[in-house]
């Protein structure tokens, strides 16, 4: 068996939990999110987190799960509209928040994991985003220094990987997962189907397997539909 895979998240995030650390957690809402990896980690019982996450699921599911249990002590996001606990946290000053637009925290997670230190963008000039950032003019445009993002540990999760590591997202599931998975000092994926090297054509690679040191199959794979809207029929 390749040494990437292990047999249970438990196993898989062994050494590495502490409190006090930084994750990076991929995922939209509740779409494409490391529902076997959350709940391990909300298990091992860790505390004082630093999450790096577009949001925090919602109450009592994915990420949610970390903030009932106050193990986080700071989340870095873009959106937080569907969580009330969150919000409770958050207005009550139990929970540091780090707002990011949407796109400014992805180019943040990209260019922690290509070795960028920072970029300079117009998103968030004259707003409260840019309180205490560095601006400097470019061609006679507003730009405000934002910091590439890295983690001590990044989890995401595939649909499917191969022994080496390899990943394979599906459709919207993608989201923030391929720039997560190559921000963390140690990358943990959970994948619905494991196959051996060669069966995935490398041009429907998303993630290389230099970015993953470790590997699960999902042992959780909800897949919670976040709002559903059903519109009348005519």
């Not at 990896?37 to 599911?61: E, F, M, P, R, W």
């Not at 959970?190 to 196959?195: A, D, N, Q």
Request: glycine share 12%.
């Amino acid at each position: 068996m390749s040494k990437k895979i292990f047999s249970s998240a438990d196993q898989a995030l062994e050494d590495l939990l502490f409190d006090g650390m930084t994750i990076a957690a991929g995922g939209f809402g509740l779409c494409g999110i490391p529902e076997t990896l959350i709940a391990a980690i909300q298990q091992s019982g860790i505390k004082d987190l630093t999450i790096i996450s577009n949001n925090a699921g919602v109450d009592d599911y994915g990420l949610g799960l970390l903030l009932r249990d106050r193990q986080v002590k700071k989340m870095v996001s873009s959106y937080v509209g569907e969580n009330k606990e969150f919000e409770r946290q958050y207005l009550s000053g139990e929970l540091e928040l780090e707002f990011n637009p949407q796109g400014t925290l992805a180019e943040r997670i990209r260019a922690g994991g290509a070795g960028i230190a920072g970029f300079y963008t117009r998103t968030g000039v004259g707003t409260i985003v840019a309180d205490g950032k560095d601006e400097k003019i470019f061609k006679g445009e507003r730009y405000i220094l934002e910091t590439g993002l890295v983690a001590d540990l990044a989890i995401v999760k595939a649909w499917r990987g191969d022994d080496r590591g390899n990943l394979v997202y599906r459709k919207t599931a993608r989201n923030f997962n391929p720039m997560v998975a190559t921000c963390g000092a140690v990358t943990v994926a959970e994948v619905e189907e494991i196959v051996p090297a060669g069966q995935i054509d490398p041009d429907h690679i998303h993630s290389a397997g230099i970015f993953v040191q470790r590997m699960i199959k999902a042992v959780r794979n909800e897949k919670r539909i976040e709002k559903r809207i059903v519109r009348a029929e005519i």
